[in-house]
């Protein structure tokens, strides 16, 4: 009896993936009815003889990832590496096989006693979208492409095919990976929220990566059924990319609307050793600003038992920093003799240069030459006003243009003229204001207040002064970023902090560690919320808002991670205070969960 039941789902999965895949243009292999079989009967498949006699030495590729953290690499995932023909011996997880012309997937086993049983749940739930089955966890094929890292278009065609994406979704990026989640994910029974239209995903480094995928795993892909653009943009495969995929990313926000990453590494000397890389490569946020040419807000966290350093502070304090040039992209030298220190202009029409002594050196000495563009100011200017008024709060502009009169003077005018011509009167009606302030007397004036503003900064000052509001409202952990771009429909989410790289050589030597993950979180809600507008999509946006109070009660009911706790006990801090990460992740999940079904957001399958 037992032979003929394996032979009746062989046969039956087999026929079924062959006509899911040829309802969209593929034909399902042969390796993939004899994998399977040989998955049901239990035999030790060598996956290289049967492609070798199936496929006649066609180039097929091998990507797999499992979710639960092998031991043998520390990083908490298995290496997404690409390998030769035949199952990788590295890999004891089920993989998915993909070929130029031709996809098929299927569940391998290798010498692990999985049973028969499961591994039909697995595969059934790849099919049948995760619903109602207890799947075994794993993604598949997050990473793919040639030796030359360029995949063909079949292929992604063909990993198109396999994700169900919306239709509108016709060619992607070489580095990119689009994902229906309902593919190969573990699934809660709930009837998913649909969403229509992609998010951009970019994947990070270190810690700020693990939390990242327990993000999608336990409070994202559950409740969404959601085409995802994945990057990965982690320091080795920004490296393997010369860094194409960063730029690859941007463009795809662009195209997209919306985008959402994962802190990255920003190599220093030590990092180039640590990693091998090639090059120190830029900050590839400054590539995503740079690309995009938008502004970052910054906005704090509040939760009632976090205690601030500065007690006023009530309401939020939003940080609009203008992330293009300035100091971060000048020309800075040193000197060590006397002589003159000359600035010139030469106009592209070929009339007179203009030049400009600045100082004299009777020695050794420093000196810089910064700039900023008309454009960019504007493009500022306007992610700003319309940020205020999608806040709901009053917009104040700081500079020093007492001291710097022309390059700070054309700040403050160009804020002045946009906003007397096109958004006075918006503001008006709205209750709103707009000032511009000196930075020394707004710096305290904002010590003062109850907060409730944005504050729009220069770059260098931004960069200050958003650490400084981060740590008045108690924790670094409990901010948020977005990148706004000028035309109010771009945007792109991501944590404020780095990727916590000491918890991470924790967690690489099996220790635990208690990292806060609510800018994570916050990264995908404010994504998601931006999607929901884009989309009119109501479900969406009750959702992003559910997951924001969740984080938030979780914390005030008691349960937060080390550095909350730490911010409110002080030296009286006891391990019985705080949860390690995954307990902490639970908590969360627990309470999202509940919020979405109180609500009716979600309903069971």
Excluded at 155 to 182: M, Y
Excluded at 263 to 290: C, H
Excluded at 365 to 375: H, Q
Excluded at 519 to 533: D, E, Q, V
Aim: hydrophobic share 35%.
């Amino acid at each position: 009896m037992y032979p003929l039941l394996c032979l009746f789902f062989s046969f039956f999965l087999a026929v079924h993936a062959s006509n899911a895949l040829q309802l969209h243009g593929f034909h399902c292999c042969t390796p993939a009815a004899i994998l399977l079989s040989s998955v049901l009967t239990r035999e030790r498949t060598n996956c290289s003889e049967i492609f070798r006699r199936n496929c006649k030495s066609r180039p097929w590729y091998t990507a797999c990832r499992a979710a639960a953290p092998p031991k043998r690499d520390g990083t908490g995932h298995l290496r997404r590496s690409l390998r030769e023909p035949g199952y990788p011996e590295s890999c004891r997880f089920p993989a998915a096989v993909i070929h130029p012309q031709t996809v098929c997937k299927t569940l391998v086993l290798k010498r692990h006693r999985r049973s028969v049983v499961s591994c039909v749940k697995s595969y059934l739930s790849s099919l049948f979208g995760g619903r109602n089955i207890d799947v075994y966890g794993l993604r598949c094929g997050e990473e793919f492409g040639s030796p030359a890292l360029v995949p063909s278009e079949e292929t992604a065609a063909g990993l198109r095919c396999l994700s169900s994406p919306s239709k509108e979704v016709e060619k992607e990026e070489p580095f990119s990976k689009l994902n229906r989640s309902g593919t190969l994910n573990k699934m809660s029974g709930f009837q998913r929220i649909k969403v229509e239209h992609p998010v951009v995903e970019m994947d990070g480094d270190e810690m700020a990566r693990v939390i990242w995928a327990m993000i999608k795993e336990k409070l994202i892909l559950p409740y969404l059924d959601i085409p995802l653009m994945y990057y990965d943009l982690s320091i080795e495969h920004r490296d393997k990319t010369d860094d194409q995929v960063t730029v690859d990313a941007a463009l795809a926000i662009k195209r997209h609307g919306v985008g959402v990453k994962c802190a990255t590494i920003t190599p220093d000397e030590q990092r180039v050793k640590e990693f091998n890389l090639k090059k120190m490569w830029k900050s590839p946020n400054a590539t995503i600003r740079n690309t995009l040419d938008g502004t970052i807000f910054r906005a704090p966290i509040i939760i009632k038992n976090v205690p601030r350093l500065v007690p006023s502070w009530t309401k939020p304090i939003i940080i609009g920093r203008h992330a293009h040039a300035d100091q971060y992209k000048a020309l800075d030298f040193t000197v060590d003799k006397p002589g003159r220190f000359v600035m010139s202009f030469v106009p592209a029409d070929k009339s007179e240069p203009e030049v400009h002594e600045v100082y004299e050196f009777k020695g050794g000495g420093v000196g810089l030459g910064m700039y900023n563009t008309d454009a960019s100011i504007t493009g500022f200017a306007h992610a700003c006003f319309q940020y205020s008024l999608d806040q709901k709060m009053p917009l104040y502009l700081s500079t020093k243009n007492t001291v710097l009169k022309k390059y700070d003077g054309r700040f403050k005018d160009i804020f002045q003229a946009i906003y007397e011509k096109e958004y006075k009167q918006k503001f008006e009606e709205a209750g709103l204001w707009y000032e511009h302030r000196l930075i020394d007397d707004m710096v305290a004036q904002a010590i003062k207040s109850s907060g409730g503003f944005v504050w729009a900064c220069k770059n260098y000052d931004g960069d200050v002064q958003s650490d400084v509001v981060a740590q008045g409202y108690g924790s670094l952990g409990l901010m948020t970023s977005v990148l706004v771009c000028p035309d109010g429909k771009t945007i792109e989410a991501e944590a404020a902090h780095g990727t916590v790289t000491r918890h991470y050589r924790q967690y690489q030597k099996g220790i635990k560690t208690s990292t806060n993950p609510i800018a994570s979180i916050y990264a995908w809600t404010r994504g998601l919320s931006h999607r929901a507008k884009l989309d009119n999509n109501q479900k969406l946006k009750e959702f992003a808002q559910a997951l924001e109070e969740a984080c938030v009660e979780t914390v005030e009911a008691g349960f937060m991670t080390k550095d909350l706790a730490l911010a409110i006990k002080g030296d009286s801090l006891t391990e019985q205070d705080y949860l390690c990460t995954d307990e902490f992740m639970e908590k969360l999940a627990h309470m999202a969960e509940r919020k979405l079904v109180e609500r009716q957001i979600i309903t069971k399958a």
